[in-house]
C-alpha cells in the first residue's frame, strides 16, 4: 500500500491531464458563451504548456517522474511515468494545439462548430495522456479518448465528404485499438501484468515465441495507427476532408502517438522480439519510405498529397525502430519533433491555400505567387524542411539515421540509408511540383481570382509564421534538441532509470 | 475449460473477420462487434479461470488466503465493453448518417473522399 501523499511537486505529471479534461467539461457547460469558452481554452493549453515545461526540465534534471494512482504499489496501480520523450513530445503537442486553435478563429468561416473546443481539449488530453502513461491498458484507453475525440471532429459540419471519411477513419482506426487490445489481452495472460515498467522487468525471462507473436500483432496495431505502408489507406482517405485546421490537429498529433508507441512498444518493451521482427521493420521502413513521396507525386489534390508526404514521414521514424543504436533511436525521437512541427504547420499553409484560391485541387490552382509572395515563402521553406534540408529542423534527425544506417553495417542499414535519400529527393519533387503548380505556373483560364489578406485571416498567418519560424530556429540552433536527445535516448535503450523510477528496481521475483 | 473458450475466440474472431471482409458498411460493423467480444473473451480467459473463491480479503488480511478469482481481467473487461459500445453507438448514427448522405451502404460506391474517375495529374514541370 502507498500510504504517504504524492508530494506537491510531482502533480505536475497528471495536471496537464486533469487541466484538459476539466476544460473539455467546462467548454461544454459554458457552449453557449463561444467567446469566453475560446479565451478559456486558450488559458488551459496555456497552463497545460507551463506544467510541460515544469515536467520537462524536472525529468531533464532527475530522470524520469512517475506517480501511481489510488494507493496500490506499482505493478497493480496504474502509473504515469514521464521519460524525456514522453514529456518533450506532450510539450510540442499541446503548443501545436494553442497555435492551430489561433490559426483557427480566422479560418472557421460561418460554419457550425458547437462544441469544437470541447473536442480538441479531449483530443489533447487522449494525446498527453498517451505520451505519458506507464500502463498498457491506460494507453489503450487514452487511444480511445483521442479517437472518440477525432471522430467528432472529423465530422464537425457533416458535409457528406467529411462523412465518406470518418466511415473509413473510423472502421480502420477502431479496428487497430481492437487489435491492440488483443495484443494486451495476451500479454497480460503470459506475463500477469500490464505496468510497463514491470514488462520491461520480466519480458526477458517469458516464452520468446509467445513475445514474438505479441509483438507482430502490436506491430499491426501500431502501424495502422501510424499509417505505415501496407496499412495506410485511412489516411489519405480522411485527412483533407475536415476544415484545414482540424487536418493540421490530426497530422501533428495522430499517426505520431501511433509511431511513438510503436517505438516505445518494440525498443523498450520488448526488445528481443524486436530483434525477431527486424526484417519486417526494415522492409516496412523501405516501403513506406519510397511508396508514399511516389503518392505524393501523382496526387492532385492538395491536402491528400500533402496526407502521402506525412506518411513517407512515418517510414523515417520506422528507420530509428529498425536500427536502434543511439543514432537511431534518437534520430527517431527528433523526426517525430519534427513531424508534429512540420506537418502540422504544411497543413495549415494548405489551408491558407485553400482559402485564397477557393480550390482544392492543385489543377485549378495556379498564379499565387503573384497574389502572395510570404504564402510562397511559408510553403517552400516547409517543403524543405521536410525534404531535410540543411540548415532547417529536417535536416537534423535525417543525419541521424543516416549516421545510424550507415554504422549498423549489414546490408539492411545500406538499403535503409538509400531508402532515406531517395525519399529525401523524391518528396523534393513531389513538394516543388506542388510549389510550382500553387504558385509560379499562370494561373488556369477560368480560375476565380486568388483573395488573400482579409483582416480574419491574420490570426491564420500569423499562427502558420510563428510555426515556420519555430521550425527554422530549432533549425539553427539545435544543440538543445541534441542535448535532450543525448540524456533522453539512452533511458530509452537501458529501461533502467525508468524502472527505479516507477520503483520496481531489484531482482525479478 | 480454457481449451473451449480458446476455441470460441477463434469462431468470433474468424466470424468478426469474414464480416470485416463484405462491403456492406452494417456488416463490417456487425463484424467489428463480434470481434471486440473475441477480444474481451480472450482477456477473460487469459486471465487465469477458477472456480474458487470470490477475490474479497477478509478484514485485517493484507492479502487473501488460499486461491482466488482473479479481479482485474474483470475490471479490464468492463472498461473494454464501455468503450467499445460507445464507438459501436457513433459508428452506427455515422453510417445512418452516412448512408442517409451519400445514399450508399456499400463501400464500393462511398467514393467521395477519395474519386474514381479523377483525371491524371498534371504534366507539367
Redesign the interface.
Known amino acids: 500500500?502507498i500510504e504517504s501523499v504524492t508530494a506537491a511537486g510531482d502533480w505536475v505529471l497528471v495536471l496537464p491531464l486533469a487541466l484538459c479534461l476539466l476544460g473539455a467539461a467546462l467548454a461544454l457547460i459554458l457552449r453557449r458563451d463561444r467567446a469566453l469558452v475560446l479565451v478559456m481554452s486558450l488559458l488551459v493549453i496555456a497552463a497545460v504548456i507551463a506544467c510541460e515545461v515544469v515536467l520537462l526540465l524536472r525529468v531533464y534534471e532527475a530522470g524520469p517522474l512517475s506517480m501511481t494512482m489510488g494507493k496500490w504499489l506499482p505493478p497493480f496501480g496504474i502509473s504515469f511515468t514521464a521519460d524525456l520523450f514522453g514529456a518533450g513530445f506532450s510539450l510540442t503537442a499541446a503548443v501545436v494545439t494553442l497555435l492551430v486553435l489561433v490559426y483557427y478563429e480566422g479560418d472557421r468561416g460561418s460554419g457550425l462548430d458547437v462544441n469544437f473546443h470541447a473536442m480538441v481539449l479531449l483530443l489533447l488530453a487522449g494525446v498527453t495522456g498517451s505520451f505519458l502513461t506507464g500502463d498498457l491498458?491506460n494507453l489503450?484507453?487514452w487511444f480511445?479518448v483521442m479517437?472518440?475525440a477525432s471522430?467528432g471532429l472529423l465530422?464537425l459540419g457533416?458535409r457528406?465528404?467529411q462523412?465518406?471519411?470518418?466511415?473509413?477513419y473510423?472502421?480502420l482506426n477502431?479496428?487497430a485499438t481492437?487489435f491492440f487490445?488483443?495484443a494486451?489481452?495476451?500479454l497480460?495472460?503470459?506475463l500477469g501484468t500490464l505496468n510497463m515498467a514491470d514488462i520491461m522487468r520480466v519480458a526477458p525471462q517469458a516464452n520468446m515465441a509467445a513475445m514474438g507473436g505479441i509483438a507482430a500483432i502490436l506491430l499491426l496495431a501500431f502501424g495502422m495507427k501510424a499509417a505505415v505502408f501496407p496499412l495506410n489507406g485511412w489516411l489519405?482517405?480522411?485527412y483533407?476532408?475536415p476544415p484545414p485546421a482540424i487536418s493540421a490537429l490530426f497530422a501533428g498529433l495522430l499517426t505520431k502517438v501511433g509511431v511513438f508507441a510503436l517505438l516505445k512498444s518494440m525498443v523498450v518493451l520488448l526488445p528481443a522480439s524486436r530483434d525477431l521482427l527486424e526484417p519486417v521493420l526494415v522492409a516496412l521502413a523501405m516501403a513506406t519510405l519510397l511508396i508514399a513521396p511516389l503518392g505524393a507525386?501523382?496526387?492532385?489534390n492538395l491536402r491528400r498529397a500533402i496526407g502521402f508526404l506525412l506518411i513517407g514521414g512515418v517510414g523515417a521514424v520506422l528507420v530509428g525502430i529498425a536500427l536502434p543504436s543511439l543514432d537511431g533511436v534518437s534520430g527517431a525521437g527528433l523526426y517525430i519533433f519534427h513531424a508534429m512541427l512540420s506537418m502540422t504547420a504544411l497543413y495549415l499553409v494548405a489551408g491558407l491555400i485553400e482559402r485564397a484560391t477557393g480550390a482544392t485541387d492543385?489543377?485549378a490552382m495556379g498564379g499565387l505567387y503573384a497574389a502572395s509572395a510570404p504564402l510562397s515563402i511559408l510553403f517552400f521553406v516547409l517543403i524543405l524542411a521536410v525534404a531535410g534540408v540543411p540548415p532547417l529542423l529536417g535536416f537534423w534527425p535525417k543525419l541521424l539515421l543516416l549516421q545510424a544506417s550507415l554504422g549498423q553495417g549489414g546490408w539492411s542499414g545500406g538499403l535503409l540509408a538509400g531508402a532515406l535519400v531517395v525519399n529525401a529527393v523524391l518528396t523534393l519533387i513531389a513538394g516543388?511540383?506542388l510549389w510550382?503548380?500553387i504558385f509560379?505556373?499562370a494561373a488556369p483560364d477560368g480560375a476565380a481570382p486568388a483573395v488573400v489578406g482579409s483582416v480574419a485571416v491574420w490570426t491564420g498567418y500569423g499562427a502558420t509564421a510563428l510555426l515556420v519560424l519555430l521550425i527554422v530556429a530549432a533549425g539553427l540552433w539545435p544543440n538543445a534538441l541534441f542535448e535532450i536527445l543525448a540524456k533522453g535516448a539512452p533511458d530509452l535503450l537501458d529501461p533502467s532509470r525508468y524502472v527505479t523510477a516507477v520503483g520496481l528496481a531489484g531482482g525479478v521475483p | 475449460m480454457d481449451q473451449v473458450l480458446a476455441v470460441l475466440v477463434g469462431c468470433f474472431m474468424a466470424v468478426g473477420i469474414y464480416l470485416l471482409l463484405s462491403r456492406s458498411v452494417i456488416r463490417m460493423l456487425l463484424g467489428l462487434v463480434v470481434f471486440g467480444n473475441g477480444v474481451n473473451l480472450l482477456i477473460f480467459t487469459a486471465g487465469r479461470l477458477t472456480r474458487a473463491a470470490a477475490p474479497i480479503i477478509p478484514a485485517g488480511l493484507a492479502q487473501a488466503e488460499g486461491p482466488m478469482a482473479n479481479p482485474l481481467p474483470q475490471a479490464l473487461i468492463l472498461t473494454a465493453i464501455v468503450i467499445g459500445f460507445a464507438m459501436f453507438s457513433f459508428l452506427l448514427v455515422l453510417a445512418y448518417r452516412a448512408y442517409q448522405s451519400l445514399d450508399a451502404d456499400d463501400t464500393d460506391t462511398m467514393r467521395v473522399a477519395e474519386p474514381v474517375d479523377a483525371p491524371n495529374p498534371p504534366l507539367s514541370y
Open positions: 500500500m491498458f489503450y484507453v480511445e479517437l472518440i471522430f465530422v457533416g457528406p465528404l462523412l465518406d471519411a470518418a466511415v473509413k473510423g472502421f477502431f479496428l481492437s487490445l488483443l494486451l489481452g495476451l497480460y495472460g503470459s489519405p482517405a480522411s483533407h476532408a507525386i501523382a496526387e492532385t492543385t489543377r516543388s511540383r510550382a503548380h509560379w505556373r
